[in-house]
Every structure is written in structure tokens, then in C-alpha cells.
């Protein structure tokens, strides 16, 4: 289950919020320095996150990821699954990237897979079992998972809703 956590920056004092990753419970304390930019945008700000007993556990900028890119079709054939976006995706053709597809129905289709650009409005990921026809397509977003390599569990903060996503 997703939790999200509205940012709401202050001008005092740093912000904070509890954070479950693999079923361990940390504090996130988003502090800023002085080059953060006056429209408090992620230019600035880190992530610090302290396990309970108050151990670092790790500190890096804080990178925002996109809203989704919403899709107009999902079509599976042979173990591929081509997707189509509404408006062009703007990643570079003949690129393989991370892209998590979620949305679709169904459910099958949603996924975090490494994708292949294969046009300006188009790309394509390995799926082996065909979930059946598309529904309902979603959308497809390039994230920037903050405590990679570091947790199963995902922390995602969407720049432009303001929020944290925390996918256990």
C-alpha cells in the first residue's frame, strides 16, 4: 500500500516525518541550506534519514521525480508489451530506462521494468504472461527512488504534487 506525505516546508525549522521502509520505522528530516532556491523548489533541500535510535542512515540531495506520463494504450505480444503515450514522453529513442507503469488494468501491466524507447511517443518492456487486454492504460513515470540500493521498499517525492510516496 502507498502512503503519501504532503511536503510543507518551513522557514524555521527543518521538515519531518515518520517513514516505514521494510518494516522498520525511521525519521526523514528534509533540511535545507542557504543555496536553496526562493520558490522552494528541491534545489537545496536533503533527505537525512535516522534510524530510531538516531543513526544517519543516509543523507542525499533531494531529487524530485515527474507526474506521470499518461497512456493511451498497453498491447501485449509475445512476451513484449508495447506502450503508447497521449502526448510525446520526450526520452531519447533507442534508450533503455526505468520507467514504473502503474494504473492499468490489468493489474499485470504495472510494473517498475526497464523500458526500450522505440519512438517519440512509444516504448516497449519485457512482460513473459500476458495479463490479458488492456483496460484502463495508466501512465508511466521515470522515479528517482531515494533510498535505493539501500531498501526494497520505494521513496519517491513527486516535485510537482509535493509529495512523498512510500511504496513498502
Avoid at 530510531?52 to 542512515?57: A, D, Q, R, V
Avoid at 502526448?87 to 517498475?112: E, V, Y
Avoid at 511517443?121 to 528517482?144: D, H, I, K, M
Wanted: hydrophobic residues 40%.
Amino acid at each position: 500500500m502507498t502512503t503519501f506525505v504532503n511536503f510543507v516546508p518551513s522557514a524555521t525549522q527543518p521538515f519531518s516525518f515518520a517513514v516505514t521502509l521494510d518494516g522498520q520505522q525511521y525519521n526523514a528530516i528534509i533540511s535545507w541550506n542557504i543555496f536553496r532556491g526562493s520558490n522552494n523548489s528541491t534545489q537545496g533541500f536533503y533527505l537525512n534519514l535516522y534510524d530510531l535510535s538516531g543513526n544517519l542512515i543516509v543523507s542525499r540531495a533531494l531529487s524530485g521525480s515527474a507526474v506521470g506520463i499518461n497512456l493511451q494504450s498497453l498491447v501485449w505480444n509475445n512476451g513484449t508489451v508495447t506502450a503508447t503515450t497521449v502526448t510525446p514522453h520526450g526520452f531519447k529513442i533507442g534508450r533503455s530506462i526505468p520507467l514504473a507503469i502503474s494504473g492499468a488494468a490489468p493489474d499485470g501491466f504495472n510494473m517498475l521494468a526497464q523500458c526500450y524507447i522505440v519512438g517519440p511517443s512509444s516504448f516497449t518492456y519485457p512482460l513473459a504472461t500476458n495479463p490479458g487486454a488492456a483496460t484502463a492504460f495508466g501512465s508511466a513515470s521515470f522515479e528517482v527512488n531515494l533510498v535505493g540500493g539501500l531498501f526494497a521498499s520505494r521513496l519517491i517525492y513527486r516535485t510537482a504534487a509535493r509529495q512523498f510516496e512510500v511504496n513498502p
